[in-house]
Nanobody, 117 residues
């Protein structure tokens, strides 16, 4: 069973940066796609970035050009570098393994990102 543990969130001023990390309990070499989601208060969870085993990346329009997803298969880690943060990026961020762009693992505890204006 895949377990996920996110970290790296915090409180940052608008324009600042954070780097989120996700540790996966199993070897991610064979997990085709990993993704980062976020859920803001009162809103549905949304996929903001994904990366395939071939290192092809995709981003939601709202974060394109500001966020960068990466993966380190040897360390079983997935990262999300977030730059030029905006107050609307405030949310709890989660990672997950994806099949056809749908999450397949139980959600971890997530990591809170709060961007002040």
């Amino acid at each position: 069973q895949v377990q996920l543990a996110e970290s790296g969130g915090g409180l940052v001023q608008a324009g600042g940066s954070l780097r989120l990390s996700c540790v996966v309990s199993v070897n991610i070499f064979n997990i085709r796609t990993m993704g980062w989601y976020r859920q803001a208060p009162g809103k549905q969870r949304e996929l903001v970035a994904s990366i395939t085993s071939g290192y092809t990346t995709n981003y939601a329009d709202s974060v394109k050009g500001r966020f960068t997803i990466s993966r380190d298969n040897a360390k079983k880690n997935v990262y999300l570098q977030m730059n030029s943060l905006k107050p609307e990026d405030t949310a709890v961020y989660y990672c997950n393994a994806l099949v056809r762009l749908s999450p397949i693992a139980d959600w971890g505890q997530g990591t809170q990102v709060t961007v002040s204006s």
